[in-house]
């Protein structure tokens, strides 16, 4: 009966013809045309079959090749891949991080430079929760495509928004790895022109969930309703409707930004990290005269020197109207301007300092359409009113 491991002989190895000779337990010896000898590991993984090179046989004799593939077939059996696990230990005497350090390097490179706080934990979350359990442990310039396509397609048409971004931080910290010559060849994480080809865009398989606004012809009589509201939380709102701005733009808003009447925010209150210049209508200056003095247009209470983000929202819910959200407004805002007025959508943009690409387009914007600008709000407070 043919013996089902350890087939050949030390003799036999080194007399074989030609061709591929099986030793069992995965191990071959092959034999080129040209007699040259070499020992194969051969096994499968997920239904792929996978060859890892043991070494020349008049280097690697073949006691040394047995415990060689006896090692890999330990490691099969404990559910790791032999192959990417050498990989991995060359990559690590090489100096190569796994993607788990290059993804904290990353996020510590970039910390300082992000404007939300909790950025980075929601870097390190997603990328903790679903990339690290697959690629945590891979070396950066050995992460392909399929590996990242194993990261995604469990969650991409069920969590597609954070599939998005867990794409997206993956892609930046593998181009952050090639700048600093850790890899090299094309990013496996990128869209265009590569992962596009293999998944469904995100918008075909994700419902966009749009906050909940207010449609327009309703909004008269919600601010003449609001204006019956007092306190401080009432007339910011009433201001960030007359403005089209964000809530973190008005709770935040100091009185040095004020200059006659017009506002100008900061870029540290952008969402596109740009300064932006509001037109204020009279209602809006009215408003502002009525605040107390102060550094803060909408001073808080005694533990915060400006108004809550929250405070706006407590007070719909007193109105009645926690169906909706304080950043629907802008909604209600565009469609008023979009379906009723013949204002050029260009504007409108501008108004809600929507970025815009084309960098050209974008100076044109800025430059020109200021005053156009005021007129769009003066027509939305006269709306309104």
């Not at 990417?84 to 430079?113: C, M, V």
């Not at 020197?305 to 929250?310: E, F, G, I, K, R």
């Amino acid at each position: 009966m043919a013996r089902p491991i350890n087939r050949l002989t030390a003799r036999g190895a080194a007399t074989a013809k030609p061709g591929k000779h099986a030793d069992g337990g995965g191990l071959w010896l092959q034999v080129t045309a040209t007699g040259a000898r070499a020992w194969v590991f051969r096994y499968a993984l997920a239904g792929q079959e996978r060859f890892m090179g043991l070494g020349p046989l008049h280097t690697v004799s073949l006691a040394r090749a047995r415990e060689d593939a006896l090692a890999a077939r330990l490691e099969l059996r404990n559910g790791l891949d032999p192959l990417e696990q050498r990989k991995a230990k060359l990559a690590a005497r090489a100096g190569i991080p796994t993607f788990k350090a290059a993804a904290a390097d990353f996020i510590a490179e970039n910390r300082s430079g992000w404007k939300n706080p909790k950025h980075a934990d929601q870097w390190e979350n997603t990328l903790a929760t679903y990339a690290e359990p697959i690629i945590g442990s891979k070396p950066v310039n050995a992460i392909t495509t399929e590996d990242v396509l194993e990261v995604l397609r469990p969650i991409w048409t069920t969590k597609t928004e954070t599939a998005s971004r867990v794409r997206q931080r993956i892609e930046s910290v593998l181009d952050a790895a090639r700048v600093k010559g850790l890899r090299e060849g094309e990013n496996p994480a990128r869209w265009r022109g590569h992962l596009a080809k293999l998944l469904p865009k995100p918008t075909a398989v994700r419902q966009v969930k749009h906050f909940a606004a207010l449609p327009y012809a309703e909004m008269p009589a919600f601010v003449a309703k609001l204006r019956g509201e007092s306190g401080t939380a009432a007339r910011a709102l009433e201001f960030l409707i007359l403005t089209a701005a964000r809530t973190n733009m008005v709770t935040k808003a100091q009185r040095r930004e004020v200059v006659g009447d017009k506002w100008l925010v900061p870029r540290d209150r952008m969402k596109a990290r740009r300064p932006h210049v509001v037109p204020l209508p009279d209602r809006a200056v009215e408003i502002l005269d009525a605040q107390p003095a102060g550094d803060w247009l909408f001073p808080g209470d005694r533990n915060k020197p400006h108004l809550s983000n929250a405070a706006m929202d407590a007070l719909l819910e007193r109105m009645g109207f926690g169906h909706v959200t304080v950043h629907g407004f802008r909604s209600s805002f565009k469609d008023w301007a979009s379906e009723t007025t013949t204002f050029p959508n260009e504007v409108s943009e501008a108004a809600l300092a929507h970025v815009i690409k084309d960098k050209a387009e974008a100076a044109y914007r800025r430059g020109a359409l200021l005053e156009k600008r005021r007129e769009l709000m003066d027509a939305w407070a006269a709306y309104l009113a």
